[in-house]
Structure formats: structure tokens, C-alpha cells
């Protein structure tokens, strides 16, 4: 039987080294792998085209919180189980926190200080910074993107988890994706900080996932501690109960909130859909848009910031809208209000090209602004 088989197998290798030989001429069309995934432009932009085509869904093209939410549970799942009868340890490196997003100086303690990793969970300092330690909530919590934190006058601390404006994609599809807003279980206190933090439920029920994904920021009322204000994926969130429920302020604006922040008297700034709010209250039905000299169009982003000793004095920074996010966000002003916002002052002027530009095009991601506790005049 051997020697019947060997010519026909001859015959196939012959057969294919000569349509090898005859295809391979020059001139001749070669086959290629057709590449799935367009990258424009080789640089950071061009990268963040590349990491969202990878994290969409094949289908519809964008990232589902469902997906990622489903990924995380299947995760989990693997994580509990022992392959082969064998247990993992994990051996580290555990000290990782990444960028820091979120920062605050403790309200009881100024010596002691929380900062949120975006990805590696919320750390807390007792010696103003000196040495930090990781609060451990477990994988689910260690793992998580920390963007935002406040603290309630209460002592209770809030954070808020997914990055959002990270080279401004619309709803921050470029940043990670995070799980709702944490409450610690106990208010942080003169002799001892907060350290155990569980998940507001209502903030990860399958009809929020959408809105609490990304919390950009969190800010706190300072006459009511039951009070927390929250710029979601989705617009403005305001809880009255501690966070056991939260609602939107301003109706059907559900685009984007990159910014709030609460003066001394109660006044809200927020930004929503790359547009400026006011309320003297920050009570739902009570907001009106700003105008005065503040842009309400033509802005990426607008970070404010409220003098804690004025709460009439107001800074507001603003980046021009592009259609590259990641290159050229320069600045367009920066502002100033010294009546709670009816009226602003271009204080920083902006443009392209211009000698000042502490955004360096990169306003829609990096755009931060401060007011000295006991300097109103002092960004």
C-alpha cells in the first residue's frame, strides 16, 4: 500500500511547488491581510482612534457600558475559581495608583489626605503626604478609576469613579469606564479617617450605568450635608438624601458635565454640554445659563472655580472647541466674575496662536483652576 500512495502524494507535493513557482511571478497581485482598524494619524490621537476601535462593540461601533459591566462580572467569575486545583497569590506590584484625578484635604484633619488613581483605586495619606496607603475594598474597588471626590460637612466621603474627559470623545469614550459613585460607611473624624467605602446602589442600577460611567466631578453643599452634586456622563446630579437617590437639575440638558462647583453661600456653577449654569440655590428648576461676556458656544470645556473667602468673586477657564480634541484645545479665555457670575472679564486672553497657553491644546483634558482659601485674587 506504501509504494500505491507515493505517487499520488508525489503528485500533489509536485502539483503545488509548480502553482507556488508559476504564482509567484512578478507583476503578479500578492495577498495582503485586510487591516480592520484605520489609525489617521500616528500620534496620541491616532492611538485613542486605535484603543477605542479595539474596546467597541463589533457591531454597533461604541463602547456599551453593558459590555464592560458584563466583562467585569465575567472577570470576577474566573477570578473566584481555581484552575487545576491550583491557588493564586498575588505578588504585586501593588503600590500603583496611576495618574492622580481626584484629590482632598480632609475637612477634620488637614494632615490627612485622599487621592484617587485612575486606575488604581483611592489612596489616603495621614501625614500630609509623606507615606500613602491604599484603602482596600477588594479587586472590585482596587481596580476601579477614581476621578472625582468631595466630602460632605458631615464628614462623609464621596467618590466618583470613570474617567471621563480624557481627550474629550463626547462621553469620554476614550478614558475608562467606571462603576457609580462610592460612600465611605463612616464619616472621616478628628481622631479617625474614613477608610471602608461601599457602592451607592442607585448609582449602578442597569438604568444608571449610563449616567454614573464617568463622574468627572463631585462637589459638596456646605449648609446641607445630606446634599452632593455630581457632573455625570449625562449632565447634572444632585442627591438631597446622602445618595440614596439622586435626580437632574436642569431637565432634558443630558449632554456631558465636565464641572461643578459650590460657593461658600450655596451659588452653583456647573458645566453641562460645554456650556456654563447658575443657581443661587443649586435646587432643581433653578438654573439659567450663563452669559455676560462668558462664551455660550464655541467651547470645549469650562472649568470654574469659586473664591472660598468671596463667594462673589468667580474664575472660569475656557478652551476652544475643535475637531481634534487631542491637539488643538488651546485656550480661549480665562474669565472672571466679581458678581457670582451676571457678568465676566476676559482676565487671560486666549487664541491661537498665543504666548499664554497653560493648556497646551490639551484643554478639554488637562484644565484645572484653583482659588487660594484666603485670597480671592490669588488662581
Known amino acids: 500500500m506504501k509504494k500505491h500512495l507515493l505517487f499520488p502524494v508525489m503528485s500533489i507535493a509536485m502539483f503545488t511547488g509548480l502553482f507556488i513557482l508559476v504564482s509567484d511571478v512578478p507583476g503578479d497581485k500578492k495577498y495582503s491581510p485586510r487591516n480592520s482598524t484605520k489609525v489617521d494619524k500616528q500620534d496620541a490621537y491616532g492611538y485613542m482612534q486605535w484603543l477605542i476601535s479595539k474596546r467597541a462593540n463589533s457591531l454597533t461601533g461604541t463602547i456599551d457600558i453593558a459590555d464592560v459591566e458584563a466583562a ?44 484617587g488613581g485612575v486606575g488604581g483605586g ?33 464628614g462623609h466621603i464621596y467618590f466618583g469613579t470613570g474617567e471621563g474627559l480624557y481627550f474629550n470623545f463626547g462621553d469620554g469614550t476614550g478614558g475608562l469606564e467606571g462603576k457609580g459613585i462610592y460612600k465611605s460607611v463612616n464619616p472621616s473624624s478628628t481622631s479617625s479617617p474614613a477608610l471602608d467605602f461601599a457602592l451607592l446602589s442607585f448609582t449602578w442600577q442597569s438604568a ?51 464641572d461643578v462647583d459650590v460657593a461658600s453661600d450655596g451659588t452653583v456653577l456647573a458645566c453641562v454640554n460645554n456650556r456654563g449654569y447658575r443657581s443661587a440655590s443649586g435646587d432643581s428648576g433653578t438654573y439659567t445659563l450663563l452669559s455676560g461676556g462668558l462664551p455660550s458656544a464655541g467651547a470645549s470645556r469650562v472649568e470654574f472655580a469659586i473664591a472660598p ?50 493648556l497646551g491644546g490639551q484643554g478639554g483634558y488637562n484644565n484645572a483652576l484653583s482659588v487660594a482659601p484666603d485670597n480671592a485674587y490669588k488662581i
Open 208 to 258: 444608571q450605568q449610563s449616567t454614573f460611567k464617568h463622574v468627572n466631578k463631585m462637589a459638596a453643599s456646605p449648609t446641607n450635608p445630606q446634599r452632593i452634586y455630581a457632573a455625570t456622563a449625562r449632565g447634572l446630579r444632585i442627591t438631597n438624601d446622602g445618595g440614596a437617590n439622586w435626580i437632574n437639575p436642569l431637565g432634558t440638558v443630558l449632554s456631558t458635565g465636565r
Open 122 to 154: 483611592l489612596w489616603y495619606s495621614t501625614n500630609a503626604g509623606g507615606s500613602w496607603q491604599r484603602i482596600n475594598g477588594g479587586d472590585a474597588m482596587n481596580s476601579l478609576s477614581v476621578a472625582s471626590i468631595c466630602q460632605g460637612t458631615d
Open 309 to 358: 473667602s468671596d463667594p462673589n468673586i468667580m474664575y472660569a477657564c475656557a478652551a476652544i472647541s475643535s475637531t481634534n480634541p487631542a491637539t488643538n484645545e488651546h485656550l480661549l479665555n480665562v474669565y472672571m466674575s466679581t458678581n457670582q457670575g451676571s457678568n465676566w472679564t476676559v482676565i487671560g486672553p486666549g487664541g491661537v496662536p498665543t504666548i499664554f497657553d497653560p
Open 72 to 115: 467585569r462580572q465575567q472577570a470576577d467569575a474566573m477570578a473566584g475559581g481555581r484552575v487545576l486545583g491550583l491557588a493564586w497569590e498575588e505578588m504585586g506590584p501593588n503600590n500603583v495608583g496611576g495618574r492622580t484625578r481626584a484629590f482632598l484635604i480632609d475637612r477634620t484633619d488637614h494632615n490627612r489626605l485622599y487621592a
